[in-house]
């Protein structure tokens, strides 16, 4: 199928990653195998931004065409292990000031997936790729995180798009409780046991359940960061009406996205390359606007 506004009826409504890459891909609606051309909100890189710019200065290209898009980190190889490394890092720090990347964390902020949820750097309902098989980690904030190669990577460069293919979805209920001891960690590597090694390849996947719901939002974030060869891991979606047919897709987010912008611009410094380590607060604020705004209790247990 094209990349084109999918005309079959949705009787069964539409799962988050038919609503989110709808958005990504301006259509009205998708459906899973579809392919769309999506624009991803954010780029993400890290350390192997070196690499990936070697591959994008083979394209004959100079510039990236949406440089405000990008989000780079220096968190794998660090305190640098090696001259090479030490050399990486250099020339990643030259392309973020050549290109006017906005959005660069250096040495010593954090590892960039947690790093990008403090900061408010991708919200609810946007679409995050990044070449990190553990981007799939966003989805705990109701998000679409999608891990890429690096040549993907130097693509949307670029050109700012990626084609993709809309996933299938898989939904896991948990019911019951957890007994003492037992984490979501452990859960998920029960899970991973089960479904084996290519069990739920390219598949969405989407957790349900009480036993869910009794999670703190921090352990659902870890839960979608271990799930991370599946595209796009939902831990917790926020309330029933996420699979209803808006007026235009993923509409259920704009309050949350307000809210978190608002609550990231009083947080975040003035635009501009960041190396400091930012307040613990910032992550407090905002568990407590998820706390205020998801239709889900965030229990949390001593």
Not at 40 to 69: C, E, Q, W
Not at 72 to 78: E, F, G, M, R, S
Not at 165 to 178: H, L
Request: charged share 20%; aromatic share 8%.
């Amino acid at each position: 199928m094209s990349a084109q506004e999918s005309t079959q009826s949705h009787a069964g409504g539409y799962t988050f990653a038919e609503k989110a890459l709808a958005r990504a891909a301006g259509l009205s609606s998708v459906i899973a195998g579809q392919i769309v051309d999506a624009k991803p909100d954010v780029a993400m890189s890290h350390d192997n931004t070196a690499a990936i710019y070697g591959t994008f200065k083979k394209l004959g290209i100079t510039k990236v065409k949406y440089p405000d898009r990008l989000a780079i980190t220096l968190d794998h190889a660090v305190p640098a292990p090696t001259t090479q490394h030490a050399q990486n890092h250099a020339e990643v720090r030259q392309f973020v000031k050549e290109q006017g990347v906005t959005t660069f964390f250096d040495v010593g902020r954090g590892i960039c997936h947690q790093v990008h949820s403090e900061e408010g750097v991708i919200l609810p309902g946007e679409l995050i790729l990044g070449s990190d098989s553990h981007t799939t980690h966003f989805g705990w904030l109701g998000a679409f995180g999608a891990g890429v190669g690096r040549s993907e990577m130097a693509a949307i460069w670029a050109t700012g798009e990626l084609w993709l293919r809309v996933p299938e979805s898989m939904k896991v209920v948990v019911t019951g409780q957890w007994p003492e001891g037992v984490t979501a960690k452990d859960f998920c590597l029960k899970l991973i046991g089960d479904l084996g090694v290519d069990g739920g390849i390219y598949m969405s996947i989407e957790f349900h359940g009480p036993a869910i719901s009794a999670l703190s939002r921090r352990t659902s974030l870890l839960s979608a960061s271990i799930l991370m060869s599946r595209p796009c891991c939902l831990a917790k979606p926020p309330s029933a009406a996420m699979y209803q047919k808006p007026a235009s897709p993923l509409g259920w987010t704009a309050p949350c996205r307000q809210g978190m912008r608002s609550c990231a611009a009083t947080v975040r410094p003035p635009a501009q390359a960041s190396s400091k380590p930012r307040q613990s607060d910032t992550a407090r604020r905002f568990i407590a606007f998820f706390s205020a705004h998801f239709s889900c209790a965030l229990n949390r247990r001593p």
